[in-house]
């Protein structure tokens, strides 16, 4: 595939950590705050932050309609953390999951975990959890791709994929590339 252009949701959140990210795997980022930021994306990344800001912004800026029907048209979407939420059940429904947020507890009870992930080969990813959800309760086309104590941390339905943790802290590439990789067989948007 040509240099994919990859969407980064920028309403709050660690956005252009992501992008240093994409950049750096030779893909090209676009900041998203608008609907008309979706246009041509090639993948699109839901970071981490807060995510009740985060979903009145997307209320506020009208992108609800448009990032349903993005990801329902194959686009592949990497949510982190606060970007699990927003795709759960409650939220987008993009994925078919319910997310827990703070499920680990509060600031105080953040931690870091070497994660052995599904579909992501070498190294076991070095994982930075800060007041990270799990996911309860997943639907039957839900890939558990990570646990942490029996909780899953890692999924990925169809071309979604969510985890509780923010590989962009640590400079991990693997999830982008997954991502990415997915972009590559992913339909042709127009």
Same mark, same amino acid.
């Given at each position: 595939?040509?240099?994919?252009?990859? !969407? =980064? @949701?920028?309403?709050?959140?660690?956005?252009? #950590?992501?992008? +240093?990210? &994409?950049?750096?795997?030779? $893909?090209?980022?676009?900041?998203?705050?608008?609907?008309?930021?979706?246009?041509?994306?090639?993948?699109?990344?839901?970071p981490g932050g807060e995510s009740?800001?985060?979903?009145?912004?997307?209320?506020?800026?009208?992108?609800?309609?448009?990032?349903?029907?993005?990801?329902?048209?194959?686009?592949?979407?990497?949510?982190?953390?606060?970007?699990?939420?927003?795709?759960?059940?409650?939220?987008? !429904? =993009? @994925?078919?999951?319910?997310?827990?947020?703070? #499920?680990?507890? +509060?600031? &105080?009870?953040?931690?870091? $975990?070497?994660?052995?992930?599904?579909?992501?080969?070498?190294?076991?990813?070095?994982?930075?959890?800060?007041?990270?959800?799990?996911?309860?309760?997943?639907?039957?086309?839900?890939?558990?791709?990570?646990?942490?104590?029996?909780?899953?941390?890692?999924?990925?339905?169809?071309?979604v994929v969510a985890i509780s943790?923010?590989?962009?802290?640590?400079?991990?590439?693997?999830?982008?590339?997954?991502?990415?990789?997915?972009?590559?067989?992913?339909?042709?948007?127009?």
């Amino acid at each position: 595939m040509a240099t994919a252009t990859v !969407g =980064v @949701l920028a309403l709050q959140g660690d956005f252009e #950590a992501h992008a +240093r990210i &994409l950049t750096g795997l030779g $893909a090209t980022a676009r900041e998203v705050r608008v609907p008309a930021d979706l246009d041509g994306l090639d993948a699109l990344i839901l970071p981490g932050g807060e995510s009740t800001v985060m979903t009145l912004g997307i209320e506020r800026e009208g992108l609800a309609e448009p990032l349903r029907a993005l990801a329902a048209g194959g686009t592949p979407v990497l949510g982190t953390c606060a970007g699990m939420i927003i795709l759960d059940r409650d939220h987008l !429904g =993009v @994925l078919d999951i319910v997310a827990q947020r703070n #499920a680990f507890g +509060r600031q &105080l009870r953040s931690f870091e $975990a070497d994660l052995e992930i599904d579909g992501v080969s070498g190294e076991p990813i070095h994982a930075v959890f800060i007041r990270a959800p799990w996911v309860k309760e997943t639907g039957p086309a839900v890939r558990v791709l990570a646990q942490v104590d029996g909780h899953p941390v890692a999924v990925r339905e169809g071309n979604v994929v969510a985890i509780s943790f923010h590989p962009e802290l640590t400079g991990e590439p693997r999830l982008h590339q997954l991502v990415l990789g997915l972009a590559s067989t992913a339909p042709a948007h127009e």
